[in-house]
């Protein structure tokens, strides 16, 4: 069952979000590639393994941190770090 635990403002203007679930928990050699694109242990045809490699892009792309947490049998915790005044990396690189 996932829940989102609590979110906080941290100095520096920024937000920490974290989420939690009470699920099997992921196994440490694949808790390494939980962020790369095409990674899945679901059979072929039950999904593309995209889903957490766009997340982290997205979170990335807005200056932002997802860092993951987990253990077998007692589920796993993302947390999730984004600045509250977010400055695109474009523009970031046009000055």
Known sequence: ?????YIKILPGDKVKIEFIDTGSGIPE?????????FFTTKTV?????LGMSISYRVIKDHN????????????TKFTIVLPINHVAKEKQEQH
Do not use: Q
Request: aromatic share 4%.
């Open 1 to 5: 069952k996932l829940r989102m635990n």
């Open 29 to 37: 050699e694949n808790l390494k590639k939980v962020f790369e694109p």
């Open 45 to 49: 045809g039950k999904g593309t393994g």
């Open 64 to 75: 932002g941190t997802i860092d993951v947490a987990s253990k077998v049998g007692e589920g």
